[in-house]
């Protein structure tokens, strides 16, 4: 069973940066693809970013060059770097696992989540 653990939200100004860090265990890591997606109050959950077990990354528009996704194969890690930080960023950040050539950029690919991070950003 995947168990997947998300750290690093908490409160930050408009254009400041977090990190967000992902464990992943139970499974092999590289027959996952990992996104990032999150959930603001009152909204539905909505993609950010994803990342393939090749490095193939994609970006919901609202998010590029702003924040970046990134996975570390060898330590079953995924990251989530957040620059340029803006209120509309702030939510419930979740990471999910979706396998190997699922369509990764709609949540209902993915079959593991953790228990999501909260980000918010202040105006």
């Known amino acids: 069973q995947v168990q997947l653990v998300e750290s690093g939200g908490g409160l930050v100004q408009a254009g400041g940066s977090l990190r967000l860090s992902c464990a992943f265990s139970?499974?092999?890591?590289?027959?996952?693809?990992m996104g990032w997606f999150r959930q603001a109050p009152g909204k539905e959950r909505d993609f950010v970013a994803a990342v393939t077990w090749s490095d193939y990354t994609s970006y919901a528009d609202s998010v590029k060059g702003r924040l970046t996704i990134s996975r570390d194969n060898a330590n079953n890690m995924v990251y989530l770097q957040m620059n340029s930080l803006k209120p509309e960023d702030t939510g419930v950040y979740y990471c999910?696992?979706?396998?190997?050539?699922?369509?990764?950029?709609?949540?209902?690919?993915?079959?593991?989540w953790g228990p999501g991070t909260q980000v918010t950003v202040s105006s």
């Open positions: 999910a696992a979706a396998p190997r050539g699922s369509y990764y950029l709609i949540a209902e690919k993915y079959h593991y």
């Open positions: 139970g499974l092999t890591f590289m027959d996952y693809a």
